[in-house]
């Protein structure tokens, strides 16, 4: 799926791209993990969804220790998934839909199965294999303290000690991440070309692009020099953190850039966690990334003050550097929407009327599996069952990130409810979710399915979403206005009282309005 050369516009600008997170998506071996396979069988759902493109976190071999992000082979696909041939038949049915296919790479750090980590921990001090990854001697007079003061953003140090060839304690390595996540070295040629052979691999097998894992992250500070102030906040974008943002980044987008350049219609979409708008744009720039996640939005309460700031910030960020703005409401790492908005009915209800506020901005939106159904994180996961790193690491005080993993609900009355053919899911499934499947929310004309359809539906066919630019219009302080220069004004209402519509055809509500006005925590699009 190439885009011809006369295609001025790029197909990604004003796409909607749908996170696939594939151990929770759906399973199609029955080993209670989904896989490449349940996507596949899957399609049909998605296209009915009307999503353009797909981003399917890593699905490389792995041994799992972060889900996937932790990635002993970057050119192969985990047999978990279904192995390459699965990614292969995947490409090609996506495509027979017309969905665009985009893969999550991970250049920060390999896993430390990789066999260049391998190599490196038997090969020794000052060694080449060594200088792939970011090995110090420790300090204090027996090395036994490590080279700084950096912790890993899943708590504890980021550092750990080996034991060398020889039988004795040894150099430390850095890991930004968990320990089974050793960071690469960016400024060894070998780490360049073995990231622009993995591009070519993927790109020569048809993917349409990329989501880049820790895209600010990769260079690092000359010396490593200490934090000033040690902040353990999980996924922490202080832009004064020396662990990420460092300026030698820009030049490996550059390069990374030239590769998918090379492939004509390829995306490439940064996990950039820098609140500075300036610094933010840098990523942007014509010959970097194509896109950046600006997650904002995903960080915002139901407060019209704050999604409006929100809003404008990420429009501002991209502006100076005619880059595309994204929006995004929740992800894998995040808590989902519905439970960030308070939860229960009017979690549900926010969430709807967030995500035509969403839908109605000018660029790409990304829907994250399950928002769709309207899914509340799960935050009474038995302890036994939990699997992110953040759990042991922080010694069983935070749960880590599982709850806005549970797997998606498909069809049925009882858990696993057609998520797997086998008896029980990775993470198991609340029973409470019978009325939030697929299967019941397609029966129901009023379900966050069938509003995501809709709105998707109009997204992609009517005039008014065509141009882009955002123009404020005035409304209460509790309330958000927007129009689109091509006709299309959306109004969420976050206060406690009914508001009068504005003028205008309705096109769409996030719920059922009362007596002709707009009740709170309710959007709605007119033309
Ligand atoms: C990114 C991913 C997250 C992962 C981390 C380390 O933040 O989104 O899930 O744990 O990178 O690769």
Redesign the pocket.
């Given at each position: 799926m190439t885009v011809s050369p006369a295609e001025s516009t790029p197909w990604w600008k004003s796409a909607v791209f749908y996170q696939v997170y594939p151990r929770s998506f759906a399973d199609s071996d029955g080993d209670g993990v989904g896989d490449l396979g349940g996507i596949r069988e899957r399609l049909g759902y998605l296209e009915q969804l009307g999503v353009d493109a797909l981003w399917i976190?890593?699905v490389m071999r792995s041994p799992m220790a972060?889900?996937g992000?932790?990635v002993a082979d970057p050119r192969d696909i985990d047999p978990l998934f279904g192995g390459l041939a699965a990614m292969e038949e995947l490409i090609a049915a996506a495509h027979e839909r017309r969905i665009r296919v985009t893969m999550?790479l991970?250049p920060?750090?390999t896993s430390s199965e990789h066999a260049w980590f391998r190599a490196a921990l038997a090969a020794g001090p000052g060694s080449p294999e060594r200088a792939r990854y970011i090995f110090r001697d420790g300090r204090g007079a027996d090395g036994s303290e490590p080279p700084n003061n950096w912790p890993s953003?899943?708590r504890g140090p980021a550092w750990t000690r080996i034991v060398e060839p020889d039988g004795r304690p040894g150099q430390w390595y850095l890991h930004?991440?968990?320990a089974e996540?050793p960071d690469l070295n960016w400024e060894n040629p070998d780490v360049v070309a073995d990231f622009e052979q993995t591009l070519r691999f993927w790109l020569d097998r048809g993917v349409d692009g990329f989501r880049i894992?820790?895209a600010h992250?990769m260079a690092k500070p000359p010396g490593l020099p200490d934090m000033a102030k040690v902040d353990t906040k999980m996924?922490v974008h202080d832009d004064h953190d020396p662990r990420f943002n460092n300026p030698g980044v820009h030049d490996i987008h550059r390069r990374i850039r030239k590769v998918i350049d090379e492939y004509p219609g390829a995306v490439s979409i940064g996990?950039v966690?820098v609140d500075d708008n300036v610094r933010f744009g840098e990523y942007v720039r014509p010959d970097e990334l194509h896109l950046a996640f600006n997650f904002r939005l995903a960080e915002t309460s139901f407060e019209a003050a704050d999604i409006r700031d929100a809003v404008e910030n990420s429009l501002a960020a991209v502006a100076p550097v005619g880059a595309t703005p994204t929006w995004t409401l929740s992800?894998?790492?995040i808590e989902r929407e519905v439970t960030r908005y308070g939860g229960g009915a009017p979690g549900v209800a926010r969430a709807r009327a967030m995500a035509l506020l969403e839908l109605a901005l000018p660029g790409v939106v990304f829907v994250y599996n399950g928002a769709e159904l309207g899914l509340p994180n799960v935050d009474d996961l038995p302890d036994e069952v939990l699997q992110?790193?953040v759990w042991e690491r922080s010694g069983h005080t935070e749960r880590g990130?599982d709850g806005c993993r549970v797997p998606l609900p498909w069809s049925g009355t009882a858990p696993p409810f057609g998520f797997t053919g086998g008896e029980q899911s990775w993470l198991p499934i609340p029973a409470e979710w019978a009325d939030r499947t697929v299967e019941a929310q397609l029966a129901q004309p009023g379900s966050v399915l069938a509003l995501y359809r809709t709105a998707l539906e109009l997204r992609r066919t009517r005039p008014e979403f065509a141009a882009d630019g955002l123009e404020w219009l005035d409304g209460n302080a509790d309330t958000v206005t927007v129009r689109r220069p091509g006709g299309l004004t959306c109004v969420l209402n976050a206060s406690n009282a009914p508001i009068a519509l504005p003028e205008g055809e309705l096109l769409l509500a996030s719920g059922p309005l009362a007596d002709g006005a707009l009740p709170p925590d309710t959007a709605a699009w007119l033309v």
């Open positions: 976190c890593p972060d889900g992000y932790d999550d991970v920060n750090h953003i899943f930004i991440f968990a996540q894992d820790v992250g996924l996990e966690w992800n894998h790492d992110d790193p990130r």
